[in-house]
């Protein structure tokens, strides 16, 4: 497993944008798949994106074209970009880290390491 703490999370109003941070502890970062998914009030936590070591990325349908995984493996460090946000997208924002790429996206229960999450609330 791995220490993931996510950072970058506040209040911005719809259409603003925020860029999220995930730093991880580990040697063999490069390695990992790491993903971002979302919890809103009263609702399951949902994927949102993730990027694998050869930095081939999947994204939700409700994100396509409006958030940017990115990666920079110097910095042991995992990024969202998100733009044109709408007042769904406000949820706790957890980074999670899956150390086996075995050819295909993990599934959520896959991932052995997360963050705490961070706080993001889009006003309307």
């Known amino acids: 497993q791995v220490q993931l703490v996510e950072s970058g999370g506040g209040l911005v109003q719809a259409g603003g944008s925020l860029r999220l941070s995930c730093a991880a502890s580990?040697?063999?970062?490069?390695?990992?798949?790491m993903g971002w998914f979302r919890q809103a009030p009263g609702k399951e936590r949902e994927f949102v994106a993730a990027?694998?070591?050869?930095?081939?990325?999947n994204y939700a349908d409700s994100v396509k074209g409006r958030f940017t995984i990115s990666r920079d493996n110097a910095k042991n460090s995992v990024y969202l970009q998100m733009n044109s946000l709408k007042p769904e997208d406000t949820a706790v924002y957890y980074c999670?880290?899956?150390?086996?790429?075995?050819?295909?996206?993990?599934?959520?229960?896959?991932?052995?390491?997360w963050g705490q999450g961070t706080q993001v609330t889009v006003s309307s």
């Open positions: 999670a880290a899956d150390g086996k790429w075995l050819g295909w996206w993990p599934a959520q229960y896959e991932y052995d390491s």
């Open positions: 580990g040697r063999t970062f490069s390695t990992y798949v």
């Open positions: 990027i694998n070591g050869g930095r081939v990325t």
